[in-house]
RNA sequence: GGAGAUAUAGCUCAGCUGGGAGAGCAUCUGCUUGACGUGUAGAGGGUCGUAGGUUCGAGUCCUAUUGUCUCCACCA
């Protein structure tokens, strides 16, 4: 047997067991054996990470719990796929190319498109595998053979098999509609994208003078006054007294002279501003729906690059501030300003670059959404998708019920290009997966195809069913789909979630997942979001570094309910350490012990006491563990091996154990050394999906028989390990060896001074509970000699007592005894049962509890009550002696 | 404005279907016993945000209220 190293050290063993999981192809999963092994599928879906993304601590605990739920279904015999792949993040890269591209000095026009695109394409070659690497670290174990990636020829052609289909259904329309616009990156981005910040600006009011009635003006108020120039109307709400003669008439615009009506809608809030508003039907989302509904002209105002766009004005081709700057000093001049008042309002930012989007009118693609929402909100309503926590199905529905139609089309180059031809001769729009011959209307054969690229999500919402080979029908689609779990963060129901569920009933006819798995973020120790620019993110590399994979992951699962954040402490990934540690230490026990030769069988029936007390804790704890699995309660599962681990067997069993050990002519020593190693191996795999390492490293030092952990079988509960009566007796012992430790505390004692213990009672079933336990009191430590009676008969009265359910404790070491003390310490123990007491008779004398509790909790009440006037009296007793003694 | 989450020990958090308040860290006190000081034995510390209600019984369910956080929509 292996001589194991005094400490673990994890770095010197996760890389070398890594590579011998994928020298095996552990994680490959495979349609065609699970069928004929007959082996029930379990898929999850990896959500793909951006290719030209690092990973963060977001993907550490998304991975780490994807690969719980993954070995443990493998381990339970599932074929157990987990899919990944990567994502090509259309915007996030574009912007990365091109900020590279400036660096030498290139332009993205310069290169042309297939240039740039190839440049994107080396990019991706140089990135994807730096983040792959990255997850290979934290032990995930994806089938990293089906690898995948969004832009590759499956997916694509996925993408353009969904386009087609649904534009053919009526569902993909192009269409002129406001949309966000980023200026910087030249491309609409979705609301989504958009970001919300509260800056500080101004409300000016300007006053509009009205066509015909000298000196008569209306006074609006705006906060970005150069958007006037785009103004077709000034709006008034119908209800407000102050205007109802003002509707219908004309107005002058400043500046440009042209002639705007006002008139009344709803969506005027009296109580706002001046109660007139200006209206920009090409530069606001809300006056664009007042304009559809008024029929007013769109004027749009600003080029691309947010310059305004005015021919024959002065304002032309002047950046959006500088000309707001200039608007206002011409209506300052012409005393058409009346105030300038300071307003705090939210200005839409891009989230990728913080630029202030502008909204503009553009020719679009959209996808409908009404009618696909629908089977979305159903599918959760029935019971068919459910959320862990269910709370966020709630987010789900809220979002799919004010759904609008979805903007996917992007002015960039790097993404699926939208498979759309406009015949140049009668501009007829063909949508096909490959470019037209002949145009169906005119016959011509000159086709443009479309610029614009699709939103990145439209790809990865057909992730669950595109990996598997759709649209083709694969014997890999036909297995592992739909999936089971989807693990991801709560930050990206909208964006991701939503649209997967939609896309995989419409096109497939089942939701892709049957469960979410929401999880929080992870926060620094303040509790703030980890972000670059705070500067206050943790690395997970760093961390897996310094203390191993496994105790980052497990830290990651400590004390974490799903979908809660939690904060991110140096302390618990040593405490985490720590307790890689300690198995590391208790296995090293064990195997010093195991000695060379192999470890015999032990029949069940020549288990003692203890033995079979730890079994079947351990048994209980298979059957405990796998039910908090299969509800995804990852955290409360943890705790339970952990407590198990480090208390159980650490603290009492290899205690209790030592004895036996060290005896080598002791006839129970060979049933110890099975149980030790048995019990060992059993929470081993009930670990492993936690931490994956260094449980298949002490299971392969520790046994020859299997060649690793993550292909073993998972622990499931035996009848025939099940010992109620050996766990309510050393449960009896425990108490017993705690009472002593505490008065002896209590009193002072120093550890190094032993004393006999006596145990009296006169239930001899309990003696012999304690017949077969004087080992314990000697290994403990403080026990000279146990003596067993049924009587006070020898023990002097001033020796010091323990009262436990059943017996009472006495240690005669009376030269060590304070008198007082140890009265008072008994007249505090008769507070606390007369305390206990006055609950349970309590409870008992409440007619209406005796009426209405099941009769179990009556039962155990009343025994409870029983235990306690037992202790009761034995207190009472004592503390008479004790008089006795004292006067 | 709409929705949701959360409030438990000094700190960070568990506590699953209602039935005697828990963990880690921190603090204090012991322990050089042959796996581990990354250890071990113990102690202190909470009227479970507030007010009602349901119940024999509420940290747990309901209502209201307060604080904090998040998401969505955004007022020109």
């Excluded at 047997?1 to 552990?26: A, C, F, R, T």
């Excluded at 569902?171 to 030249?186: E, F, H, L, M, T």
């Excluded at 006074?219 to 958007?227: D, L």
């Excluded at 890999?476 to 930050?491: A, H, K, W």
Aim: charged content about 30%; aromatic content about 10%; glycine content about 6%.
């Amino acid at each position: 047997m292996k001589e194991l190293e005094k400490n673990y050290n994890p770095s010197q063993i996760e890389e070398k067991l890594y590579q011998k999981w994928l020298d095996h192809k552990y994680f490959h999963a495979d349609a065609a054996r699970g069928k004929k092994e007959g082996r029930k599928p379990f898929t999850v879906m990896m959500p793909p990470p951006n290719v030209t993304g690092q990973l963060h601590m977001g993907h550490a605990v998304d991975n780490t719990m994807q690969d719980i739920l993954i070995r443990y279904k493998r381990m339970q015999g599932y074929e157990a796929l987990w899919q990944p792949g990567t994502d090509h993040a259309a915007i996030s890269t574009e912007v990365k190319v091109i900020d590279k591209l400036k660096s030498e000095g290139i332009d993205k026009q310069d290169l042309g498109r297939d240039g740039f695109l190839e440049r994107c394409w080396d990019w991706k070659r140089e990135y994807e595998n730096r983040i792959v690497k990255q997850l290979y670290k934290l032990g995930s174990s994806a089938d990293w053979d089906r690898m995948r990636f969004t832009m590759d020829e499956g997916c694509s052609d996925a993408v353009l098999e969904v386009f087609v289909k649904l534009y053919e259904k009526g569902y993909i329309y192009k269409g002129s509609r406001i949309i966000n616009w980023c200026p910087v990156c030249r491309t609409s981005i979705s609301d989504a994208e958009v970001v919300h910040e509260e800056q500080n600006g101004f409300f000016w009011h300007i006053n509009y003078p009205v066509v015909g009635e000298e000196g008569c003006f209306v006074e609006i108020a705006t906060t970005r006054p150069e958007t006037m120039l785009g103004d077709t109307a000034v709006a008034v709400n119908p209800e407000d007294p102050r205007y109802q003669k003002l509707i219908g008439k004309t107005l002058e615009l400043p500046l440009t002279g042209r002639q705007i009506p006002v008139i009344a809608d709803e969506y005027v809030d009296k109580e706002f501003g001046t109660g007139c508003v200006k209206i920009t039907p090409a530069h606001d989302p809300n006056d664009f729906e007042v304009g559809r509904r008024h029929g007013l002209e769109e004027i749009c105002i600003m080029h691309d690059d947010a310059r305004i766009d005015c021919p024959g004005s002065k304002y032309d081709g002047m950046e959006r501030y500088e000309a707001r700057k200039a608007i206002v000093e011409d209506l300052e001049k012409m005393g058409l300003l009346v105030k300038v008042v300071p307003h705090a309002h939210n200005v839409g930012i891009h989230d990728r670059c913080k630029t202030t989007v502008e909204p503009m009118i553009k020719p679009q693609w959209f996808v409908k959404m009404e009618e696909m929402a629908q089977p979305a909100i159903q599918a959760l309503q029935s019971g068919e998708l459910k959320f862990v926590p269910e709370s966020f199905g709630k987010t789900y529905l809220h979002w799919l019920e004010g759904i609008r139609d979805w903007c996917i089309s992007r002015q960039l180059w790097w993404g699926h290009r939208i498979p759309a031809y406009y015949c140049q001769d009668c501009g007829e729009i063909l949508v096909a997966k490959n470019m037209p011959d002949t145009c169906t209307k005119c016959g011509g054969s000159h086709f443009r195809r479309d610029e614009d690229t699709l939103d990145t999500w439209f790809s990865s919402a057909l992730w669950p069913f595109s990996t598997l080979g759709w649209p083709e029908n694969t014997k890999e689609l036909e297995y592992f789909y739909p999936t089971d779990v989807l693990v991801t963060g709560y930050d990206i129901i909208f964006f991701w979630v939503v649209r997967m569920v939609f896309s995989g009933l419409e096109q497939t006819g089942k939701t892709p997942f049957h469960t979410v798995l929401i999880h929080g973020l992870v926060r620094d120790s303040q509790g703030r979001k980890m972000s670059k620019s705070l500067g206050n993110g943790i690395d997970p590399l760093e961390v897996i570094d310094k203390y191993g994979a496994d105790a980052l992951r497990m830290t990651l699962m400590t004390g974490n309910a799903p979908g809660n954040d939690m904060r991110f402490y140096w302390e618990r990934v040593e405490n985490s350490r720590n307790f890689a540690n300690k198995i590391w230490n208790a296995s090293r026990f064990i195997m010093m012990n195991m000695g060379n030769g192999p470890v015999e069988e032990a029949p069940l029936n020549r288990l003692t006491m203890a033995d079979k007390w730890i079994l079947s804790k351990v048994n209980s704890l298979a059957k405990d563990m796998t039910e908090n699995m299969d509800k995804y309660e990852l955290g409360i599962g943890l705790q339970k091996v952990y407590d198990f681990v480090w208390e159980e067997f650490c603290d009492w069993y290899i205690e209790m154990v030592k004895a036996r050990l060290w005896d080598e002519k002791n006839e129970t020593r060979k049933a110890a050394l099975w149980t030790l190693k048995t019990v060992l191996i059993q929470a081993l795999k009930l670990l492993h999906p936690y931490m994956p390492f260094i449980t298949e490293e002490i299971f392969c030092n520790l046994q020859d028989e299997e060649e690793s952990i993550m292909v073993s079988s998972w622990p499931v509960f035996k009848q025939e390990w099940s010992f109620a009566r050996e766990e309510r007796e050393v449960e009896t012992i425990k108490e017993a060896v705690r009472a002593i430790r505490n008065v002896r505390t209590a009193m002072n004692v120093p550890p190094s001074r032993k004393a006999k213990v006596y145990v009296v009672s006169e239930d001899q079933k309990m003696l012999d509970i304690f017949a077969h336990s004087k080992v314990f009191f000697a290994m403990l430590g403080f026990a000279s000699q146990v003596c067993l009676q049924q009587d006070k008969a020898g023990i002097d009265d001033d020796a010091v007592s323990a009262v436990i359910s059943g017996a009472t404790l006495y240690m005669p070491f009376a030269e060590l005894v304070d008198i007082a003390k140890e009265r008072d310490r008994l007249v505090k123990e008769k507070e606390r049962l007369e305390k206990e007491l006055a609950r349970a008779s309590g409870m008992l004398s409440n007619e209406r509890f005796v009426a209405k509790a099941p009769e179990s909790k009556i039962n155990e009440e009343k025994e409870k009550q029983e235990k306690y006037r037992q202790m009761m009296a034995q207190v009472e007793v004592r503390l008479a002696q004790l008089e006795r003694k004292q006067s």
